[in-house]
Structures are given as structure tokens and as C-alpha cells.
């Protein structure tokens, strides 16, 4: 047992510089909280929220620009009322299509 530390610490003490560096890379690279693995973590993270940040400027920028034309034009709202919630007039009928396939049969006990 003595000869084989004495193996291991010859070993550590003749490439100590080697072994200090690599364990230096080890913690820095990835055991450490700040580590080179975390930080791209972080920046894909960022990335996407960035995504989400233009996704929703944009929308806030289509709601905006939906408000103001509610607020100036009276009408804008029977359209928003007609278009999105099927409301009508008393003297009015909705018919509403749809565009959806609707899936074939193709069993073979539907044509017996």
C-alpha cells in the first residue's frame, strides 16, 4: 500500500504543474458555478428570451395599434364583435365555414 502512494505521489510531484492545470480546467470548465458549460446555458437562454421579447413587442404593437382604432372609429368594435365573437344583428344570419379536412373512412365495414 506504501509503495503504491509512494507511486501516486512521485507521479503527482514529477507532472504537478500538469496536474494543477488540468485541474484548474476541470473546476473552471465545468464543476464551477460559473463555468464554461453554464455560460452557454445561460446564453441559449438569453437567446430565447430574446425571441419571446420580439414575439411579444410585436403583439403588443398589433394590440396597440387595435386600441387606438377601437377608441377613434365606433365601428371597429361591431367588427371585432362580429368577426371573433359571432354576434349579429337581429335581421342577420351567420353561417360559418370551415375550411378542416375531415378524415376519410377507411374501414372496411363502412361499405358492407
Known amino acids: 500500500?506504501?509503495?503504491?502512494?509512494?507511486?501516486?505521489?512521485?507521479?503527482i510531484a514529477h507532472y504537478k504543474y500538469l496536474v494543477v492545470t488540468l485541474l484548474g480546467i476541470l473546476i473552471v470548465g465545468f464543476i464551477d458555478e460559473n463555468s464554461f458549460m453554464r455560460r452557454i446555458q445561460l446564453e441559449l437562454q438569453i437567446s430565447d428570451l430574446q425571441s419571446d421579447?420580439?414575439?411579444y413587442n410585436k403583439q403588443y404593437e398589433n394590440d396597440s395599434r387595435q386600441l387606438r382604432e377601437i377608441r377613434r372609429n365606433p365601428k371597429a368594435i361591431e367588427k371585432i364583435a362580429r368577426e371573433r365573437y359571432f354576434m349579429k344583428a337581429d335581421d342577420e344570419d351567420i353561417y360559418v365555414l370551415s375550411?378542416?379536412?375531415k378524415p376519410l373512412n377507411t374501414n372496411d365495414e363502412t361499405t358492407k
Not at 500500500?1 to 505521489?9: E, N, Q, Y
Request: glycine share 12%; no cysteine; charged share 35%.
Open 99 to 101: 375550411d378542416d379536412e
Open 1 to 11: 500500500m506504501a509503495s503504491r502512494l509512494g507511486v501516486v505521489w512521485g507521479f
Open 53 to 55: 421579447i420580439k414575439k
